[in-house]
């Protein structure tokens, strides 16, 4: 088994995270994005999607997008369940993680993207070369802060995203806070709750997995 990863980058951080909270040792492969790995033939034929995380299994299957890998390694060691225990939790971490990523993850992307010079036609990941669109980066600054807000809010009603319990939908905010650092937006003095929890979380030893 291999999962290729790339150090700097928030989606393979998300998978690094929730592996080091199981204590799963994986052994992992270096996809250098700055230098365009990612579209060079090798890791096209792997991976069409040409984007990482991305794991491959002994029997050469191959498993793309970090929360599919999660879930597989959630399936094959339950414990500590990241996924939600109950039914009802299960809907929970499921609703808020998709809120985190949605509402978060892809507004920084958006701002991000959209933005930087080193991703000039590159303004979504995979192989489409893609122009940048300059409004949407400034629309996409606008949904982190709106973001931040809601984060603050929702953890002012409880002690983490998804409720009582640690799960992937606080992986999945912690990094997409960590990644708003690249547009040089963070949560503000107003964000409490968020500011306590994020420090909180920063305590955590799989955190700087
Ligand atoms: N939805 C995918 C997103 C994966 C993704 O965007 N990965 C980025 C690194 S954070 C990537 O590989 N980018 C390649 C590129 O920009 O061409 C997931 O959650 O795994």
Known sequence: MKLYDYKPAPSPRRVRIFLA????EVPTEQIDLRAQSQLGEEFRRLNPQ?????LVLDDGTGIGESMAICRYFEALYPEPPLFGRTPVEQGQVEMWNRVMEFDGYLAVAEAFRNAAPGFKD???????????????????????ARFFDALDERLGATPFVAGDRYSVADITALV??????WIKLGLGAQHGNARRW????????????
């Not at 040409?50 to 991305?54: D, G, I, L």
């Not at 303004?123 to 606008?142: D, F, S, T």
């Not at 994020?198 to 997995?209: C, D, F, K």
């Open 21 to 24: 909270e199981k204590n799963i």
């Open 176 to 181: 997409t806070v960590d990644f708003a650092g």
């Open 198 to 209: 994020h420090e909180q979380l920063a305590s955590r030893p799989a955190t700087a997995a």
């Open 50 to 54: 040409c984007a990482v995380p991305y």
């Open 122 to 144: 590159r303004a979504l990941p995979g192989p489409l070369p893609l122009e940048q669109i300059p409004a949407l980066a400034e629309r996409g600054r606008l949904r982190v």
